[in-house]
């Protein structure tokens, strides 16, 4: 167990683990639109480790690296928070690309190509791709999502809450939603459904499943979002339909 009071000392503290929050960092910067800048979140962390050099006790019973591992996140995240790190026109953005392949989803009864949702949403594909990759950082679940949307609809996250006192968190954690978020990936194009593996299974960052799969980083950034928003969209379409 490291002591900050022992031989180890917080300069030998800090050097030591300056490797951990690179990797932090570059695992969150994954899950980020590109506008998002590593060096932030690596500065960001070095504040977080320094703060859990100064905090940490022996008698808090738990490793250091463990007690870091926590405040580092919650520092990068602090930043994120700070920054505003996905503005409102990149989640309208998302959200039009999720409407669009819902849309295509009930006409053509398969998951769209990128073509056909460029197409239906009347664009180039290449608009359409550069779309995807200012999504980058576009999650399956939003706070927003535990409400009504703008046109109606019971959102599909209401119907896995039993009672409206329920924690909706909880009953997603305990309910059907995890049986749903799988079939959801079986019914992504392979191609993605590799990416995910690697992605979440694997934990292999951007650059590294770009490697495997032979693209670029920037291009797993697009089939990442683009798969994000399918799952998106399948959730919807069948709790909407009323689909197990």
């Not at 800048?37 to 808090?60: C, F, K, P, S, W």
């Not at 032979?214 to 998106?232: K, P, W, Y």
Request: proline content about 3%.
């Amino acid at each position: 167990m490291y002591n900050v009071k022992g031989k180890t000392g917080k300069n030998g503290l800090l050097e030591l683990h300056a490797p951990l929050v690179k990797k932090l960092a570059h695992q969150l910067k994954a899950k980020l639109p590109p506008s998002v800048e590593v060096d932030d979140l690596i500065q960001a962390g070095m504040i977080g480790l320094l703060d859990a050099v100064n905090r940490y006790e022996e008698t808090h019973g738990a490793q250091f690296e463990t007690y870091a591992v926590q405040r580092i996140r919650g520092a990068m995240l602090d930043e994120l928070r700070n920054s505003d790190w996905l503005p409102r026109s990149i989640r309208q953005n998302a959200r039009k690309v999720e409407d669009a392949m819902q849309a295509l989803l009930q006409q053509l009864g398969r998951q769209p190509q990128e073509n056909e949702v460029a197409r239906h949403m009347k664009i180039s594909l290449e608009e359409y791709q550069s779309m995807l990759a200012d999504c980058g950082g576009h999650q399956l679940i939003y706070y927003e999502d535990f409400h009504d949307d703008d046109s109606g609809h019971e959102h599909f996250l209401d119907r896995y809450q039993s009672t409206e006192t329920d924690d909706p968190l909880q009953n997603l954690i305990n309910g059907g939603f995890r049986e749903a978020v799988v079939d959801s990936i079986r019914a992504l194009p392979e191609r993605e459904q590799i990416l995910m593996g690697l992605y979440y299974e694997q934990e292999m960052n951007l650059k590294e499943i770009g490697a495997v799969m032979g693209v670029s980083e920037s291009r797993v950034c697009q089939l990442h979002s683009q798969a994000i928003s399918r799952m998106r969209s399948y959730l919807r379409e069948h709790s909407w339909s009323g689909v197990s």
